[in-house]
């Protein structure tokens, strides 16, 4: 069986914890119609953990006596989130073992078992805002169509977007329409015979080429092939998918464009997420420092060469303010920096992101370009 994410239980867990975890994140999951133990793996106890490169991954680890660490070792080096358990938070350094003692952990006395269950959801992108999909179209040929994706892909807990222009000014919605391209997962295009006519589209197509973004195009019965979305995968509408009157699509075509999306953006999340934590694992490695791992919230946790600890927040996507004071708030005794890609993001906001880097200062931003020179240079 082939998944589309990959949960495991490791280390102590009780019955009850068990129980009580897997039915919260069944009940999570069915709002994004996906199925424990069928769209996501879910390994209780394996004696190792080995997710695919391509699939998103995590593990919730629960400490206690005994805790078996099964590959611990090898899933902290690769990046694979980590999140620890422990009963209450003064029995950390008894209940978990010593490689696991730098990371975030949870107080399972605290927290519970609604929180660890959106903790390891949120390691593998599936929290509605982390789930963007941005709806490319020409609005003469395929409105109708947009409008039903847009509506039922929000109801499987989608956050989409889709410019219908509206009434504000035309720099307004070019500035929005490309942020919140740079900050999609999949860009959806209704390829219709004249896709490549309009110079919005073009655009948005040459874009998130530029940005590593995956494509899914849903093919028109009369487009004509392109060899410019010869690598986009494909959903080819037959002739009995579109209502020529109404112009609206059957209901099974949109359901198999909705389960083949969620198949190509959990690649991207995982391929773009590897790539960024391959990016961090290189530039602290070549100055002698070391990766911990990763935990809760994707921090990532860093040996500085001098002994200090960095904690770092990879994002996919385009960097907010928002971004910092999360990462602030989910380490605040330690460094803590926002690691993100500049590629392709607006020259304004790269500017506003400089001027917050100078002037804030309890966590700062890092550009994954520049990572290891930052890192050489770190000061508390």
């Known amino acids: 069986m082939t998944f589309l994410y990959q949960l495991a239980v490791l280390g102590a867990p009780t019955e009850v914890q068990l129980s009580t975890l897997s039915e919260g994140i069944a009940a999570a999951l ?4 996906l199925r424990l133990g069928h769209d996501v793996a879910w390994e ?69 078992a609604e929180a660890i269950a959106t903790a390891l959801l949120e390691s593998v992108g599936l929290l509605r805002h982390h789930r963007r999909v941005f709806i490319s179209y020409r609005r003469d040929e ?28 035309a720099e307004e919605v070019e500035a929005l329409s490309w942020h919140r391209l740079y900050d999609s997962d999949v860009l959806l295009m ?55 009157d109404s112009g609206r699509m ?26 960024l934590i391959s990016s961090i694992r290189i530039a602290i490695q070549a100055i002698g420092g070391k990766m911990l791992g990763m935990s809760a919230h994707k921090a990532v946790h860093l040996l500085l060469p001098n002994g200090e600890q960095l904690t770092v927040y990879p994002t996919v996507g385009v960097p907010v303010p928002f971004n910092l004071e999360e990462a602030y708030q989910y380490s605040p005794h330690h460094s803590v920096a926002v690691i993100y890609d500049p590629v392709g993001l607006h020259q ?4 506003h992101l400089d001027w917050l880097k ?5 966590a700062r931003w890092i550009k994954a370009t520049e990572a290891s020179a930052q890192f050489t240079k770190w000061r508390h």
């Open 250 to 275: 059957a209901e099974d075509a949109l359901a198999n464009i909705c389960q083949q999306l969620e198949e190509i953006r959990s690649q991207n999340h995982a391929v773009r997420s590897v790539n």
């Open 142 to 169: 395929a409105a109708v169509v947009a409008t039903q994706l847009f509506n039922v892909l929000s109801e499987r807990q989608f956050d989409v977007f889709l410019d219908s222009q509206g009434t504000a000014p």
């Open 44 to 112: 209780v106890l394996p004696t190792t953990f080995k997710p695919h490169q391509l699939q998103p991954a995590a593990a919730v680890f629960f400490g206690g006596q005994p805790a078996d660490i099964a590959n611990l070792e090898e899933l902290l080096q690769r990046g694979v989130p980590i999140l620890p358990v422990v009963s209450s938070v003064d029995q950390a350094h008894i209940e978990l073992p010593a490689i696991l003692q730098p990371l975030n952990y949870l107080s399972y006395l605290e927290a519970g």
């Open 348 to 351: 304004e906001g790269l500017k």
């Open 30 to 33: 069915a709002t994004f119609n």
């Open 358 to 362: 100078t002037h804030v200062q309890a």
């Open 190 to 244: 209704l390829d219709t015979p004249d896709y490549f006519e309009n110079r919005w589209t073009n655009a948005e197509f040459g874009r998130v080429l530029a940005k590593g973004i995956s494509v899914m195009k849903v093919c028109w019965p009369d487009a004509a092939n392109s060899l410019r979305s010869s690598t986009a995968s494909v959903v080819q509408l037959s002739a009995s998918d579109i209502t020529p």
